[in-house]
């Protein structure tokens, strides 16, 4: 399955652009971060069974682990469970840097799509990851701000939704849709795609 074809906003996962699409999606991501409390960490987020602090755990874990199976070195990890925001940035500085050498978006790969770079799945999955559950954090916290998407970030949502098929079912990415009430906004009709009620 390849991705639709979209506007400059989706992620491409060019050497150029999967670093600035990265660094896009952080920056907003780490000015919610950045203003949560210490309470506000243990607050229940729309991701069942998980606390903000949880979901911050699960963006950072998972992009290492991704950057550690195809040979790209993040460093030691901070500890997110003990300062999820200071973890977070430490983390996202790292991949922002590694993304400095362009050999590093471009290494080949076998992705569950099919032949992929590292960069193009980076953006495609992770950076995608990093946008919803901006969301779920927000939530979580009562952070309107943060619980909204811009024009871009819903068009690269709502491709990347499409590009993954039944796949964005499955166990591990987003639980089953639910239904959008009648009339409901683009922004409320893609969240309950992903299995999400605003």
Same mark, same amino acid.
């Given at each position: 399955?390849?991705?639709?074809?979209?506007?400059?906003?989706?992620?491409?996962?060019?050497?150029?652009? %999967?670093?600035?699409?990265?660094?896009?999606?952080?920056?907003?991501?780490?000015?919610?971060?950045?203003?949560?409390?210490?309470?506000?960490?243990?607050?229940?987020?729309?991701?069942?069974?998980?606390?903000?602090?949880?979901? %911050?755990?699960?963006?950072?874990?998972?992009?290492?682990?991704?950057?550690?199976?195809?040979?790209?070195?993040?460093?030691?990890?901070?500890?997110?469970?003990?300062?999820?925001?200071?973890?977070?940035?430490?983390?996202?500085?790292?991949?922002?840097?590694?993304?400095?050498?362009?050999?590093?978006?471009?290494?080949?790969?076998?992705?569950?799509?099919?032949?992929?770079?590292?960069?193009?799945?980076?953006?495609?999955?992770?950076?995608?990851?990093?946008?919803?559950?901006?969301?779920?954090?927000?939530?979580?916290?009562?952070?309107?701000?943060?619980?909204?998407?811009?024009?871009?970030?819903?068009?690269?949502?709502?491709?990347?939704?499409?590009?993954?098929?039944?796949?964005?079912?499955?166990?591990?990415?987003?639980?089953?849709?639910?239904?959008?009430?009648?009339?409901?906004?683009?922004?409320?009709?893609?969240?309950?795609?992903?299995?999400?009620?605003?």
């Amino acid at each position: 399955m390849t991705t639709p074809s979209a506007p400059s906003a989706v992620p491409t996962g060019s050497p150029s652009d %999967v670093r600035a699409d990265y660094l896009a999606a952080d920056r907003r991501l780490t000015a919610l971060l950045d203003g949560v409390d210490d309470a506000g960490w243990a607050s229940p987020s729309p991701c069942e069974g998980w606390a903000a602090r949880d979901v %911050v755990a699960h963006l950072v874990e998972t992009q290492r682990s991704f950057c550690a199976e195809h040979g790209v070195d993040l460093g030691a990890a901070a500890d997110v469970r003990a300062d999820p925001a200071g973890a977070w940035r430490a983390h996202a500085d790292a991949v922002a840097t590694a993304l400095e050498d362009p050999a590093v978006p471009a290494t080949p790969f076998d992705g569950f799509f099919g032949p992929t770079t590292l960069g193009e799945a980076l953006g495609r999955f992770y950076v995608w990851d990093m946008v919803v559950h901006r969301w779920d954090v927000a939530r979580a916290v009562g952070d309107p701000a943060g619980a909204t998407f811009t024009p871009d970030e819903l068009l690269t949502l709502e491709v990347g939704a499409d590009s993954f098929g039944p796949a964005l079912h499955l166990d591990g990415i987003c639980r089953a849709g639910v239904e959008a009430p009648a009339g409901a906004s683009r922004e409320v009709r893609l969240l309950a795609r992903l299995g999400r009620t605003a």
